[in-house]
């Protein structure tokens, strides 16, 4: 007899009859559980007393092998070795980022031999796995949680850039041609980011997967500042931005000639939070006003009735990076600002 208790009066008593001195009960234990057990002998005359209980505890979790407890450079595809359990029809595991488990699922291994088996994870990060086994009638309790961190990816070098040049000033607007080197990746593909600002916020042109060392982009506006960076893309590897080069195109030929320097038009208060001003040279009379958000899209036009002063009301943008464009009888100039 084998039961859970040592009184054999348990519903998980099991009994059996062998002519042999060693009995296989079948079945499945439950986990973790002391049961007791006990024999007697039978023949035609007579029946002995009941043996000494001896008792044993089942098996009560699974033991993780590999990788080691707290290992380092683990490669982004490692083998999860672990213990398996005798009469287990299955297992769970975890295996997440996240040390509590909190939005993961286990994933279920059908098989009391599938315990050794290769998973996919990320580079350079730290994962946390536990197991338990199951059967028909019970589950066990999760193992201890192991953590294993991996390797950092590969890296291959960013790319060049060429021209425009760092801090160059009077580049052509209109269709301006960027240019790079790959630094010695072979059979790469690129992107390409250009923006009014440093941070790249406020992109003006992405492009993904160039298949070239080469961009030229169209509508490259007059007198602004541009900032422009290039990554590259090998396989699975990705690499660093490159250095952020900056660039101010010029005024139109027409313009320059015609109308005084930039910095005699006035924009003021810069920051601004309500009203926007606007002071032209007495030579450049102001005929239209266009505000636009720093990607190019308008958000206000109108004309002007070709005075030397104007103002908008800006209260209702969001704060932000504006481009104020101030048409004149002799061309058209962009200024920048920032509303609070």
Same mark, same amino acid.
């Given at each position: ?6 009184? $054999? ?58 990788? /080691? ?12 070795? $672990? ?41 350079? /990060? ?9 059967? /028909? ?30 801090? /160059? ?8 041609? $960027? ?162």
């Amino acid at each position: 007899e084998i039961d859970t208790t040592a009184n $054999f009066n348990s519903p998980a008593l099991r009994t059996d009859t062998s002519s042999e001195t060693t009995v296989d009960p079948g079945g499945e234990f439950y986990f973790n559980k002391w049961y007791y057990w006990r024999f007697k002998g039978v023949n035609s005359y007579d029946t002995s007393n009941w043996s000494d209980t001896w008792t044993f505890q089942s098996t009560t979790n699974v033991y993780q092998f590999q990788p /080691a407890n707290k290992s380092v450079n683990i490669s982004n595809k490692p083998l999860l070795d $672990f213990g398996g359990i005798s009469g287990a029809t299955g297992y769970q595991y975890f295996l997440s980022t996240d040390s509590s488990f909190k939005n993961d699922k286990p994933v279920n291994v059908i098989g009391q031999a599938n315990t050794r088996f290769i998973v996919n994870v990320m580079y350079g /990060a730290t994962y946390y796995w536990k197991v338990r086994a199951y059967h /028909a009638k019970d589950t066990s309790t999760w193992s201890a949680t192991w953590t294993f961190t991996t390797k950092n990816a590969p890296v291959i070098a960013s790319p060049n850039l060429t021209s425009p040049k760092n801090n /160059a000033i009077n580049v052509p607007p209109g269709k301006v041609t $960027f240019t790079w080197n790959a630094n010695g990746v072979t059979a790469g593909i690129f992107d390409f980011q250009l923006a009014y600002t440093n941070d790249f916020s406020t992109t003006v042109v992405s492009g993904e997967n160039l298949p070239n060392t080469s961009a030229a982009i169209n509508g490259i506006k007059e007198n602004l500042e541009y900032f422009w960076r290039v990554r590259t893309h090998k396989d699975t590897l990705v690499s660093q931005w490159s250095t952020v080069y900056k660039f101010t195109t010029a005024q139109s030929v027409g313009f320059a000639d015609e109308v005084a320097a930039q910095n005699d038009f006035k924009i003021y208060p810069n920051p601004a939070t309500q009203i926007l001003y606007i002071a032209s040279p007495e030579n450049a009379l102001v005929q239209q006003i266009i505000l636009q958000q720093m990607n190019g899209k308008i958000l206000y036009s109108e004309n002007n009735n070709q005075t030397n002063f104007t103002s908008i009301n800006i209260e209702k943008l969001k704060p932000g990076i504006y481009i104020i464009g101030i048409r004149t009888n002799n061309g058209l100039i962009y200024k920048r600002f920032v509303k609070q």
